[in-house]
């Protein structure tokens, strides 16, 4: 193969791995953080515009999973800690939402758009799972 080739591989290879993204603040239309008090507003706010209004995701310049219908929301744990270290293409919200804001999303999802998930997690547990704030490197 040649050195072009070669090297415009690594270059796809290196920017297809993923990498660790930030919201800076909530989108859609959130004009603070701290006005999200439930489940729903947060929703609303922060996880609509790629997660669809029926929670349905979609597909665009990255997949965006569903969330009605996802067996991988049974396990509170498991969507509270995607939501709190992102993953793939969706960015951290380890203190840009509180703990509370996170709980209140998790418990909205896992009883919302098909799913029938009833145990809760906490914003304490939220809280103990979260560790420290990562920061984006330059």
């Avoid at 995701?57 to 995607?82: E, Q, R, S």
């Avoid at 709190?84 to 840009?96: E, I, V």
Wanted: some cysteine; hydrophobic content about 40%; overall charge neutral.
């Amino acid at each position: 193969m040649n050195r072009y080739i070669l090297h415009m591989l690594a270059i796809i290879g290196i920017s297809a791995l993923p990498v660790m993204a930030h919201a800076d603040s909530p989108g859609a239309g959130g004009d603070s953080k701290n006005d999200m008090k439930t489940g729903a507003e947060v929703y609303q706010h922060v996880c609509q515009a790629c997660h669809m209004a029926d929670g349905k995701g979609g597909k665009g310049a990255a997949v965006i999973p569903a969330l009605a219908g996802n067996p991988k929301l049974a396990m509170a744990a498991y969507p509270a800690g995607i939501v709190l270290n992102g993953y793939g293409a969706m960015p951290w919200f380890n203190g840009t939402l509180s703990p509370e804001q996170i709980a209140s999303v998790v418990n909205y999802v896992r009883t919302h758009f098909g799913n029938a998930y009833t145990d809760t997690i906490s914003a304490s547990d939220v809280k103990a799972m979260s560790g420290p704030v990562p920061h984006m490197t330059h």
